[in-house]
């Protein structure tokens, strides 16, 4: 489904430059959950960013179903990534100043939903993900575990094949990591594609392959359970 | 939800802000609303002082030399009367009075005077010299504005000049005060003019001029005693400024190629810098008001754009394209030019009609075309100012800014 050919990223700095990505190729099959795991520095997120189309590669490319990302437009990779990728930041990144409920029909605004349409929507996501009680609540008045849920909520809104998440638990306490990766688990379960970045070896076991980087290449790559041939997210 | 929710949200988001950039643009189209309401009715009272003080334009034949304008008439040349009719066929707008003129020396009891025929409607309304005797009314159609106060009614005034018209007859005579003063004349007697009797009608009150030396008659009588035909010295007109300084001195010497045409220049040239001060002075506001409250605005939008970088970052993520984000800082940057705009029309007008009347002692009234122009320009900041923020918003790295957060 997802192919990085042979990605390079290098970043200019003031006086040298810092390699990211060494030469990195990586298949990521339909329904897998590959953990990338590394200490800090090591090219994780940046390998995630460009799996998601958000930033370009040095050098090689990157392919989704056979389609070359870096050859189409800015605006068509956002509007790609509208339709079929999902983002799960470390930070959550909610809008401040909406509440819940709006947070999550964002990504269908986006996609051009009713208003009807989307808060019908966004609501049967935040039940989903036990917050169905704090619609009306802005992100500050509510605890990281609810922003990451609400974030989760956000990801789902446009029902994406492809999950991209950066260090989702790194904010958490332990039991509310452990909610966010059995979510994850069960998105995974229904047949989408999940890529996760952690650092933290008790979340990276519950993948089903994982990826080591160390200073911009792949050291490791194991493999714990086939990959599911389930199918979802119709697109 | 739509974009325009997530712009009216987020504008609430950041208050002193917004309230800071709002401030500059309401002030500033405030200030500018408020002169250019004060400044289009103080025009237009200083153009109906000036119309008021009578003729400003004066047409003689060709060869004829301007010494003195109250004696200009008095000279050998002489023209058609037929100008005045292609005067009053024609289109040219501000022609408020047209005043014919024929003026011949005359002898009574050993002094010499000055006979001059009129067309007493005209004659009389360009002479507002006289009005103070409340006999004659002031020209009208230019430089008249609508005042709350009031002034006298078009129809009213209209009367007051007809009754003049019909008592000037065949046979009148207006005499002059210095004429008045040395024949001993009085109203109601008769006095011999060219060999014919003619009625004392009126005694005319000191204007200081020349005028004081000469006693008017019907014009057809004059040129009929004289034996000279249809044929004029002068006529006078009653010019609106505004049109003088637009051009009406050369539209008159278009259509009349064989006259000369000359006007009172202090006159025009007071209402010509008066306009010209007026508007430089819009002018240069404007341009203040562009300078600060644009600078004020983009200022805004910048800062504004570097906060939400992470949130820009992430609509990226999302899916939203360089258009949605531009629409997204643009509609926003449209509320406030139209809140600008609208509430700085309020307050400038507000301020024009309290303030008006106490610094520039003129009724001034609200103008519903500068709330247009008021708001236009605001819009127009507002957005221009903007542009800029907004493009670069759309054109951010969005791993660039989720990465360094």
Redesign the interface.
């Known amino acids: 489904m997802l192919r990085m050919e042979a990605i390079t990223k290098t970043y200019d700095g003031r006086s040298r430059t810092v390699m990211g990505l060494r030469s990195v190729t990586l298949d990521v099959p339909k329904g897998d959950f590959l953990c990338v795991v590394g200490p800090s520095g090591c090219g994780k997120s940046t390998l995630l960013l460009i799996l998601g189309g958000m930033l370009s590669p040095t050098e090689g490319q990157v392919l989704l179903d056979g389609q070359s990302l870096y050859a189409l437009s800015s605006d068509k990779r956002a509007s790609l990534r509208g339709k079929r990728i999902g983002f799960l930041f470390q930070t959550f990144n909610l809008v401040p100043y909406l509440s819940a409920l709006e947070n999550v029909q964002i990504p269908l605004v986006l996609a051009g939903l009713s208003d009807r349409s989307q808060k019908e929507r966004a609501l049967a996501l935040l039940q989903q993900v036990g917050l169905g009680d704090r619609l009306d609540h802005k992100p500050s008045e509510l605890s990281v575990g609810q922003q990451q849920r609400v974030a989760l909520a956000r990801m789902l809104a446009n029902n994406p094949e492809i999950v991209l998440a950066d260090e989702p638990t790194g904010n958490l306490d332990p039991e509310t990591g452990e909610q966010i990766v059995q979510l994850l688990e069960e998105i995974n379960h229904e047949g989408r594609t999940v890529v996760m970045v952690t650092h933290d070896p008790r979340f990276a076991v519950r993948a089903k392959r994982t990826v080591r980087l160390r200073t911009g290449s792949v050291v490791a790559e194991e493999n714990k359970s086939p990959v599911p041939s389930k199918h979802c997210c119709s697109h | 939800?739509?974009?325009r929710?997530?712009v009216w949200?987020?504008l609430?988001?950041r208050k002193n802000q917004l309230a800071t950039s709002f401030l500059a643009i309401l002030v500033g189209i405030a200030a500018i609303v408020s002169i250019k309401n004060v400044t289009f009715y103080s025009e237009k009272a200083v153009a109906k002082e000036l119309d008021a003080l009578g003729a400003n334009i004066l047409i003689l034949p060709k060869s004829a030399s301007l010494q003195d304008y109250y004696s200009a008439d008095l000279q050998d040349e002489e023209f058609p009367e037929e100008y005045v009719t292609r005067l009053s066929s024609s289109d040219i707008q501000g022609l408020d009075n047209l005043s014919p003129k024929l003026s011949v020396p005359a002898e009574i009891e050993g002094r010499r005077f000055t006979l001059t025929g009129i067309l007493p409607k005209s004659e009389f309304q360009a002479k507002a010299a006289w009005q103070g005797a409340g006999i004659f009314s002031r020209p009208q159609g230019c430089g008249v504005v609508a005042t709350p106060t009031g002034n006298v009614p078009p129809a009213q005034e209209t009367l007051v000049r007809r009754r003049v018209i019909d008592t000037l007859g065949s046979t009148d005579a207006l005499v002059g005060a210095d004429v008045a003063a040395v024949l001993s004349l009085k109203e109601g007697q008769t006095i011999k003019l060219l060999g014919k009797p003619f009625n004392i009608i009126a005694l005319l009150p000191q204007t200081g001029t020349i005028d004081d030396s000469r006693i008017f008659v019907h014009l057809h009588t004059l040129q009929e005693l004289t034996g000279k035909g249809s044929v004029l010295n002068a006529i006078e007109i009653v010019g609106c400024c505004n049109q003088i300084s637009k051009g009406l001195v050369q539209k008159i010497n278009r259509l009349l190629p064989d006259a000369k045409v000359v006007t009172v220049t202090q006159v025009v040239d007071t209402q010509i810098k008066t306009n010209r001060m007026m508007s430089r002075l819009s002018l240069i506001f404007v341009a203040i008001i562009v300078l600060v409250g644009g600078a004020s605005i983009a200022n805004y939008m910048y800062a504004n754009v570097f906060e939400r970088r992470?949130?820009i970052?992430?609509?990226?993520?999302?899916?939203?394209?360089?258009?949605?984000i531009l629409k997204m800082f643009l509609l926003k940057a449209l509320l406030l030019g139209l809140a600008g705009g609208l509430g700085g029309y309020a307050l400038g007008t507000v301020l024009a009609v309290t303030l008006g009347p106490r610094l520039a002692g003129i009724p001034v009234l609200p103008m519903w075309s500068l709330a247009v122009w008021g708001t236009g320009l605001s819009l127009a900041i507002a957005l221009v100012a903007s542009y800029f923020p907004a493009r670069r918003a759309a054109h951010l790295?969005?791993?660039a800014v989720?990465?360094e957060?």
């Open positions: 939800m739509h974009l929710t997530i949200r987020e609430f988001e992470r949130e970052g992430t609509l990226m993520a999302l899916g939203a394209g360089t258009s949605f790295d969005p791993s989720l990465q957060i």
